[in-house]
């Protein structure tokens, strides 16, 4: 079965850098999430699309946007990188708002 | 406040050793209640969602409980490839977001 593909997998950035993570769900999904997880955390939720519009917020720092696009394929820039933002970058989709499956991320190391 | 709260954080068992995990949760309007697995530097692995108090979900090995507080995750005869970390996460009626515990790390010996 299609799963959730993110891209790159994996990404070094410098200090002060800009990043653009990119994630297409799983065919006939129309809701996406971000969510970060720091080494030994949780996940933890950014931000979700549903429909190509923003659905619910967490705590994404304002250096970060996101947009879902037509084909429903999500884009999550980063800008002003700081070390602090080294992390697993997760992204999930769902069917409406069902359960939602989990891409196999993009690890993100900030030097 | 709204929080989910997983034990033990880890669990060593021989395998074989039935045991059960704990989440326990204190939301303001529960839409559903999640468990995920998770293998190191991997993304989430559904595998359960319940609903209401008095639901029961099974998979191989894997029984998922629900009650109006907590739920439980029984692990029956376990094998050693059920090693992971057990995430549990709670949505809720005011958004679409899963709101995760910290996870059990279960090490199953052969």
């Known amino acids: 079965a299609a799963g959730v593909i993110q891209s790159p997998r994996h990404l070094i950035k410098e200090k002060r850098e800009t990043a653009t993570l990119k994630c297409y769900p799983i065919?006939?999904?129309?809701?996406v999430y971000w969510y970060q997880q720091g080494p030994g955390q949780d996940p933890q939720f950014l931000i979700s699309?549903?429909?190509?519009?923003?659905?619910d917020k967490g705590s994404i720092p304002d250096r970060f946007s996101a947009q879902q696009f037509s084909d429903y394929h999500s884009e999550l820039n980063m800008s002003s990188l700081e070390l602090g933002d080294s992390a697993l970058y997760f992204c999930?989709?769902?069917?409406?708002?069902?359960?939602?499956?989990f891409g196999p991320g993009t690890r993100l190391t900030v030097t | 406040e709204d929080q989910v709260t997983q034990s033990p954080e880890a669990l060593r068992l021989q395998e074989g050793e039935s045991s059960s995990l704990n989440c326990s949760y204190t939301?303001?309007?529960?839409?559903?209640l999640f468990w995920y697995r998770q293998d190191p530097g991997k993304g989430p692995e559904f595998l359960f969602t319940?609903?209401?108090a008095g639901e029961e979900k099974e998979k191989e090995r894997l029984k998922a409980t629900l009650t109006k507080k907590e739920s439980f995750l029984h692990i029956t005869a376990p094998k050693p490839e059920d090693s992971a970390t057990y995430l549990c996460?709670?949505?809720?009626?005011?958004?679409?977001?899963?709101?995760f515990g910290k996870g059990t790390s279960l090490l199953v010996t052969p």
């Open positions: 065919p006939r999904h129309d809701t």
């Open positions: 319940l609903y209401s």
């Open positions: 699309f549903y429909e190509k519009m923003q659905s």
């Open positions: 996460a709670a949505r809720l009626e005011s958004g679409y977001a899963l709101n």
């Open positions: 999930a989709s769902s069917q409406k708002q069902h359960e939602q499956y």
């Open positions: 939301v303001s309007g529960l839409r559903g």
